[in-house]
Structure formats: structure tokens, C-alpha cells
């Protein structure tokens, strides 16, 4: 079965400074990884995806996650945080083996950035 | 962008009525999902749909639930008889047609059960 984890209820961060949202998985087969993010009182946004290939993925507004396949994570980061970051952050899981499956949510982290 | 579109986005209604939330997915996917969050909590997967039948569906979609697609561009969720515990966000999702593909979300249509 799949599963996502993450860790934190919430992370705290100071403009400018970087920024790590920690997310790891379980599944049977090969991994398809999500980050999406939900602005208060709206739909998710995709950010990025791994697939296959590098495991460092960049995606919109200069966010990135690392793959890491020893340790089953996929942790977004950002090189400097904006208070316009601030905002519901939820890692998701596919198993790439069994076709058109569906995506598994993280329970949520709250990223709160602080002028 | 295209984009999945949802309506309604806020609905209220009275324990036992019918729902029917509906969503228009992009133009060329091919397979399509009911999500649910209840506040503040996890997105929960309920069903997914393709080729004009269910592929998979959650314990939570129990017979109070059906999909359909109607008319090749609408994609509803009916609930027969709401019980508070739908109180929740509904959001419609689809993709294009490889497991590798991104699944695009629609902006929730927020379902309140008095």
C-alpha cells in the first residue's frame, strides 16, 4: 500500500532564509512524487514532480525537491523564502508499476514565513 | 492555461437532500478523480474514472455516492443522501493519460451539510 509522510504540522521560516518541507514514502513498486501547494481557500497547485532521471527537480516560483531513493524521501526546498510562500504544502505518492493509479496525500505541512 | 473548473464553489445544504457537484475537466485528459478534504485535514482520494466506468474507488465512496460523465465534457459527484460528515472541500482532478503525467486539480466546490 501507499503512503506519504510528513513529518511536520507546520515549519517556520524567515524571509530570506531557506527553506526544507520534509516529506518521505512507502510504496510497492517504483515512485512518482508530487509536491502540490493550497493557498487558504483554494484548490491545489502543482509545483513539481519526479518521474525518472535527476533526482534534484526544480519547478515554479524556485521551488525544487530532491529524490533520495536510500531514504524514501522527497523533501521541497527553497533557497530563500518569501511570505508569499506561506501557504499549505502536500507531497503525494504514485506507484509508477500498477498504471494509472491514483495519488496518495501527505496530511499537510503549514509553511508560515515571517518578514 | 486550461484548467478544471468546478461548480458550485459553495453549497449548502440540508442532511438527507441530494448533491450534485460538477466539474468540467480539460479538454484532452482522460482520466478524472473525486478528491475530498475535510477541513483543514488530509486530501482523501474517493474515486477515479476512465473510459466511462469507475477504475478505482475509496471505502469512503460507498453507494451514497455515484460519477458519471454525462455528456462528454461534465464529470458530476452525486451523493443521494448528505450526512453531516460530507461537510468537506470536493475537488475534481484529471489527467491526461500516462501515470507519469501531472493530475491537475480543480479550485474545491465546498459542500456544507446542516
Known amino acids: 500500500a501507499q503512503s506519504v509522510a510528513q513529518p511536520e504540522d507546520q515549519v517556520n521560516v524567515a524571509e530570506g532564509n531557506p527553506l526544507t518541507v520534509k516529506c518521505t514514502y512507502s510504496v510497492s513498486g517504483n515512485p512518482y512524487l508530487f509536491w502540490y501547494v493550497q493557498y487558504p481557500n483554494r484548490g491545489l497547485q502543482f509545483l513539481l514532480k519526479?518521474?525518472?532521471?535527476?533526482?534534484l527537480v526544480k519547478g515554479s516560483y524556485g521551488f525544487e525537491a530532491e529524490f533520495n531513493k536510500s531514504q524514501t524521501s522527497f523533501h521541497l526546498k527553497k533557497p530563500s523564502a518569501l511570505v508569499s510562500d506561506s501557504a499549505l504544502y502536500f507531497c503525494a505518492v504514485r506507484d509508477a508499476s500498477g498504471g494509472y493509479n491514483k495519488l496518495i496525500f501527505g496530511a499537510g505541512t503549514r509553511l508560515a514565513v515571517h518578514p | 492555461e486550461p484548467e478544471v473548473t468546478q461548480t458550485p464553489s459553495h453549497q449548502v445544504t440540508q442532511m438527507g437532500q441530494e448533491v450534485i457537484l460538477r466539474c468540467v475537466p480539460i479538454s484532452n485528459h482522460l482520466y478524472f478523480y473525486w478528491y475530498r478534504q475535510i477541513l483543514g485535514q488530509k486530501v482523501e482520494f474517493l474515486v477515479s474514472?476512465?473510459?466511462?466506468?469507475?477504475?478505482?474507488k475509496s471505502e469512503i465512496f460507498d453507494d451514497q455516492f455515484s460519477v458519471e460523465r454525462p455528456d462528454g465534457s461534465n464529470f458530476t459527484l452525486k451523493i443521494r443522501s448528505t450526512k453531516l460528515e460530507d461537510s468537506a472541500m470536493y475537488f475534481c482532478a484529471s489527467e491526461q493519460g500516462s501515470s507519469g503525467n501531472t493530475i491537475y486539480f480543480g479550485e474545491g466546490s465546498w459542500l456544507t451539510v446542516v
Open positions: 519526479y518521474i525518472t532521471g535527476d533526482n
Open positions: 474514472f476512465y473510459n466511462n466506468e469507475i477504475s478505482e
